[in-house]
């Protein structure tokens, strides 16, 4: 399996910006595989939040659409996502999944997640 480490959480103001990352390990195995974020509120279910393919098809929540991009870099090994126009609702602990299928569901490789606090 792929190992997965998150990156670049903290706290925002609403309607801030951030940025967070996951560097994947195996060079050539990253490529062949799908990347997900999904996030996971106090008290909620993990929900996805944006999934992108090897091809670069995208798939997000309606929560986000317009507000977050996920993006990937295969000479990185690493996959992004740059959330704008935070809001409270968003804060969540954040995970970076491999393998997610965008029909299905999620992969079976997880980071330890990172965490986004929106507030002011």
């Known amino acids: 399996q792929v190992q997965l480490v998150e990156s670049g959480g903290g706290l925002v103001q609403p309607g801030g910006s951030l940025r967070v990352s996951c560097v994947a390990s195996?060079?050539?195995?990253?490529?062949?595989?799908?990347m997900a974020w999904y996030r996971q509120a106090l008290g909620n279910q993990r929900e996805l939040v944006a999934g992108?393919?090897?091809?670069?098809?995208?798939k997000y929540a309606d929560s986000v659409k317009g507000r977050f991009t996920i993006s990937r870099v295969g000479a990185q090994n690493t996959v992004y996502l740059q959330m704008n126009s935070l809001k409270v609702e968003d804060t969540a602990v954040y995970y970076c999944?491999?393998?997610?299928?965008?029909?299905?569901?999620?992969?079976?490789?997880w980071g330890l997640g990172t965490q986004v606090t929106v507030s002011s």
């Open positions: 999944n491999a393998g997610w299928s965008i029909s299905g569901g999620p992969g079976l490789s």
């Open positions: 195996g060079g050539d195995e990253f490529r062949r595989y799908n």
């Open positions: 992108i393919t090897v091809g670069g098809n995208t």
